[in-house]
């Protein structure tokens, strides 16, 4: 059975800072890409931050250098460092494991879900 787990979220006040974790299990996690993704009430989830198995890493540009995408195979554990916090940060922020299987498929796998909140 997978699952991923996250932790970390929280109410932060602007300019703060949260690092959340997202702990695998049920998978090879070295052979996964791992992503965050956010989703704001009336809005459509979004990529945040993407770290593929070899390392190599994407964000957003509203995240570009506030946050960090980092991964500990080790441990089968994802990490995103949230910086210099706004209030348009405020979503629910999800865990995805991805691998590609062929061309045109590919398997993935969803977190429950940890709100982040900024507000003064």
């Known amino acids: 059975q997978v699952q991923l787990v996250e932790s970390g979220g929280g109410l932060v006040q602007p300019g703060g800072s949260l690092r959340l974790s997202c702990a695998a299990s049920?998978?090879?996690?070295?052979?996964?890409?791992m992503g965050w993704y956010r989703q704001a009430p009336g809005k459509q989830r979004e990529l945040v931050a993407f770290?593929?198995?070899?390392?190599?890493?994407n964000y957003a540009d509203s995240v570009k250098g506030r946050f960090t995408i980092s991964r500990d195979n080790a441990k089968d554990t994802v990490y995103l460092q949230m910086s210099s916090l706004k209030p348009e940060d405020t979503a629910m922020y999800y865990c995805?494991?991805?691998?590609?299987?062929?061309?045109?498929?590919?398997?993935?796998?969803w977190g429950q879900g940890t709100q982040v909140t900024v507000s003064s």
């Open positions: 995805n494991a991805e691998k590609r299987l062929t061309v045109t498929m590919k398997t993935d796998y």
């Open positions: 770290i593929r198995n070899g390392g190599n890493t």
């Open positions: 049920g998978i090879i996690f070295s052979t996964y890409d």
